[in-house]
Every structure is written in structure tokens, then in C-alpha cells.
């Protein structure tokens, strides 16, 4: 069928021109577009859930415990620290860069709450606040660094891992550890407070509302002014299936303790994150730079601001990260962000789907990302497996993420020459 001469989809890049099924065909023209686009070397997010559900079959076929109530909760309140440093790593990625030390800025934060909150007799909040605003000033110092002298990201990053190392062992003191107490509010809203199963039910079903209504007013937006939509059967087949997915969660976790409320915050920075990347100016911005520095430059955008900001926003994420590890453990040693932190962050960013070479990426990456790790991390334990196996499974699912990021690169390149 030979689409109108005055088609608004004609002026589709070439990768980009079977969009204009939807707007024909209907239904059968979505799945025609989604099918060429999927050829193209748009992959989205499906081969981590493919591999998610594989990880989770072959766990649970190994030990039927791994999906039970209470293994799925521990492993909800596991995943958000690193999960949370993870959404910073994403931004980053987002440029090109990387931040080596969200590990090291992690434990610092964790040291400033500790010894405020403990030694000092600080408030939760003023403990909280003041370790955020050390991952600013820490972001904001690798923003001036990159923009004023040109230093790549790996070396700023990598000093900066060394530096808060050792100032945060400088700030632990001689003990090395310092414990928060069980009781205090900020252990508990990390380990114990849970959000109660009804008000979870209709948090679910808010969310899958708004998010409803938010595609269909996008739709409606897009006809009227003579763009391809996605048609409103697959709009309200999405919301099903998703609604469905989400209350089924919600069921599982309610058979134990619930679902957490760090759990809650994190999926709610995972969720507003990705609105700020693909709804404002700014986050356009960034895919923007992170596609063509020089080409984002010449448009007229701050490249950069963009820099300050996301270096900025990333270290803030570890801070949080931090904050939260170090009220789910209840203390915060010398090893806090240690370890392979670094590594998980990175990792869960990259396996979750965000691009090693910039411009695409989603804040979901983050979500998606630690749930593999971290369900590998947890399976293999209840095996009774020691860490060498989880850091060869992890390295593993990470090298074919970055295969297949370069093999869908490769292939959407072609088809664009095509």
C-alpha cells in the first residue's frame, strides 16, 4: 500500500519510516512497526526481561525458595542502594562518561550520616541533607574539572575514588565502624516500615491510571497534528498487562512483609527520573549531548551545564545510595561502598540497557539492571554458592550486554543507510 503524498511520516528518517503502519493500519500495523523496528536493531528493554525470567526460572528450578514471599522482599530492600546509585550511573552514560567513584562518594555519605547522627546528636533530616550536599559539592567539583580543563571522566572519577576513600576512613575515625541504633527512625524506614497492602493496591492502580491517561492524551496530541500513534488497543493491552503485573507483585510481596517504603522511594525516583529524561527540556538536552556533542553545541544547548548537572545529579544518587545502605545495615564501616559497588552500579546500568556510547538510555536501566544483578547475587546464595561464581555469572550477563548494545547499534546504523 503506497502511503499520500502529503503523509507527515514521509519525513521520518529512513530507520524510522515504518512508523507510518501505525498511523495506516491500525493494530496490524503496530506489530508490522514493531516487528521492523525490532529487525532494525531496536531492542528496548526486551532482552533483559528475557533474561530476567530466565535467571528467575532457573533459580527457581534449582530452589523453589528463590521466589517465595519473603526471599522476593529481602531481595526488593537488597536491590536499592546499589540500585539507586545505578539511576546517577545512567545520567553519566548518558554523556559517554563514566564516574568511577560513586562507590567511594557512597561511603563518605554514609560516614558524614553516621558520625552526624550518632556523635553529633544531628536530626535525621539535618544527617540525611548534609550527606546529600556532600555528593553536590563532590558533583559539582567533577563538572568544573571536566568543563574548565578537559580532564576525561575516567581520570577525574578515578582520583576522586581514591581521594573519598580515604576521607572517608579519615571521617570513620580510629573504631572504623560505627553502628546506628535499631530504633532510630532511619533504620527503620529502611528495614521495617512497610507500606500497608491497601494502600499499595491503590497506589498501583493510581499509577497505572496516570499512566494510561498520559498515553492517551500523548496519542490524541500526536493525531491531531498528523503524527503516527500508538493505536488504543495496544495503549489499553499495555495497561492491563501491566496493572496486572504490578498487583501480582504487590499480592506476592503482602504475603510477607509487604512492600517496603525505601522500596517505594526508589521506584519513585526510578519513575520521576525517567519523566525528567524524556518530558523536559533538560533530559532532552542530555540525549541530546550524549548523541552529538558538537551538533548539540551548534543548536544552541549549554553542553556545558548538562556536564555540571549530570556530574552533579550523579553523586547525589550515590550519596543517597549511601544514606540508604547505611540504614539498612544499621552502620557504616570502612568497607561501606567498597567492594564491588562500583562495579554492581555500573554493571546494573549497562545490563538494564543504557549504552556504553552515549544518547541512549532509560532511567529504567537502573530497575531493570539490579534486578539481575541483584537476583543472581541472591540466588546464588541461597545455593550456598561462594562470590566467585556471582562475580563470574555477573561479568558474563554484562559482556553479552554490551555484545548486544554494539550488535544493535551496528544494526541500526545499517538499516539507517539502508
Given amino acids: 500500500m503506497s502511503a499520500p503524498a502529503n503523509d ?11 512508523e507510518r503502519f501505525i498511523a495506516d493500519e491500525g493494530l496490524s500495523g503496530w506489530l508490522k512497526g514493531s516487528l521492523a523496528r525490532l529487525r532494525s536493531g531496536d531492542l528496548g528493554s526486551m532482552p533483559v526481561v528475557v533474561g530476567l525470567i530466565i535467571i528467575w526460572g532457573v533459580f527457581y528450578a534449582l530452589n523453589p525458595a528463590f521466589l517465595s514471599s519473603r526471599n522476593l522482599v529481602n531481595l526488593t530492600l537488597q536491590m536499592v542502594p546499589t540500585g539507586t546509585i545505578a ?25 558524614v550520616l553516621a558520625v552526624g547522627f550518632v556523635h553529633h546528636g544531628w536530626t535525621s533530616g539535618l544527617a540525611i541533607g548534609v550527606a546529600l550536599l556532600v555528593g553536590v559539592v563532590i558533583g559539582v567539583l567533577y563538572g568544573l574539572l571536566f568543563n574548565r580543563y578537559g580532564v576525561p571522566s575516567f581520570v577525574i572519577t578515578l582520583a576522586g575514588l581514591l581521594a573519598f576513600l580515604g576521607l572517608q576512613i579519615k571521617v570513620l575515625g580510629k573504631d572504623g565502624t560505627i553502628n546506628l541504633s535499631f530504633n532510630s527512625d532511619i533504620v527503620q524506614f529502611a528495614s521495617q516500615k512497610f507500606v500497608p497492602d491497601v494502600v499499595a493496591y491503590l497506589l498501583v492502580l493510581l499509577a497505572v491510571g496516570a499512566s494510561l491517561a498520559a498515553k492517551m492524551v500523548q496519542g490524541r496530541k500526536r493525531v491531531a497534528a498528523g503524527l503516527s500513534a500508538t493505536p488504543t488497543s495496544v495503549v489499553l493491552a499495555r495497561a492491563g498487562i501491566l496493572a496486572v503485573i504490578l498487583l501480582a507483585a504487590v499480592y506476592i510481596l503482602g504475603r510477607d512483609r509487604g512492600v517496603s517504603y525505601m522500596v517505594l522511594v526508589f521506584i519513585a525516583l526510578v519513575v520521576v527520573m525517567d519523566l525528567v529524561i524524556r518530558r523536559t527540556r533538560w533530559g532532552r538536552s542530555v540525549m541530546a549531548v550524549g548523541g552529538n556533542v558538537e ?19 550523579c553523586s547525589v544518587f550515590a550519596a543517597l545510595g549511601g544514606v540508604f545502605a547505611a540504614a539498612r545495615l544499621a552502620s557504616v564501616s570502612q568497607s561501606s561502598g567498597g567492594a564491588d559497588t562500583n562495579l554492581n552500579a555500573i554493571a546494573a546500568a549497562v545490563i538494564g540497557g543504557t549504552s556504553l556510547f552515549g544518547g541512549r538510555g532509560s532511567a529504567y536501566s537502573a530497575l531493570l539492571g539490579i534486578l539481575v544483578i541483584q537476583s543472581i547475587s541472591n540466588g546464588l546464595g541461597l545455593l550456598s554458592l561462594d ?32
Fill in 8 to 18: 507527515p511520516t514521509l519525513a521520518l528518517p529512513a530507520d524510522r519510516q515504518d
Fill in 87 to 111: 539511576i546517577g550511573i545512567v545520567l553519566v552514560l548518558l554523556l559517554g562518561e563514566i564516574d568511577l567513584s560513586v562507590g567511594s562518594v557512597s561511603g563518605l555519605a554514609g560516614a
Fill in 295 to 313: 551538533a548539540a553545541r551548534r543548536a544552541g544547548i549549554n553542553v556545558k551545564r548538562i556536564y555540571l548537572t549530570v556530574f552533579a545529579l
Fill in 387 to 418: 562470590t566467585s561464581y556471582k562475580f563470574m555469572v555477573t561479568g558474563g550477563v554484562l559482556l553479552l550486554a554490551v555484545i548486544i548494545d554494539s550488535l544493535s547499534r551496528r544494526s541500526r546504523a545499517a538499516h539507517g543507510r539502508a
